[in-house]
Nanobody
Framework: QVQLVESGGGLVQAGGALRLSCATS????????MAWYRQAPGNQRELVAR??????DYGDSVKGRFTISRDNAKNTVYLQMNSLRSEDTAVYYC?????????WGQGTQVTVSS
């Protein structure tokens, strides 16, 4: 059973920072594209950031503030979130995809207070 284990969410003031982590198994981490999505109440789930090998791309609303990275030794993907805004409040989900195969983490809540 594929597991994506997220951690690092919480409550932070606007302008602050958080780092999310997503750990998985080596056979997933080594071949799947990894990404972070988020979903706020009443909104659709949206792409935050994605990493394919060492190539990255970001949603327009987080460019310049968030950074996705990977630690191959720990089979972990990170999302460093800086200059947080109230509109970043959402449940953040880790995602792994390869062709028709796709897996999701359980989600971690990020709340930014203004």
């Amino acid at each position: 059973q594929v597991q994506l284990v997220e951690s690092g969410g919480g409550l932070v003031q606007a302008g602050g920072a958080l780092r999310l982590s997503c750990a998985t198994s080596p056979d997933i981490f080594s071949v799947y594209d990894m990404a972070w999505y988020r979903q706020a109440p009443g909104n659709q789930r949206e792409l935050v950031a994605r990493i394919r090998g060492w190539s990255t791309d970001y949603g327009d609303s987080v460019k310049g503030r968030f950074t996705i990275s990977r630690d191959n030794a720990k089979n972990t993907v990170y999302l460093q979130m800086n200059s947080l805004r109230s509109e970043d409040t959402a449940v953040y989900y880790c995602n792994a995809v390869r062709g028709p195969y796709e897996y999701w983490g359980q989600g971690t809540q990020v709340t930014v207070s203004s």
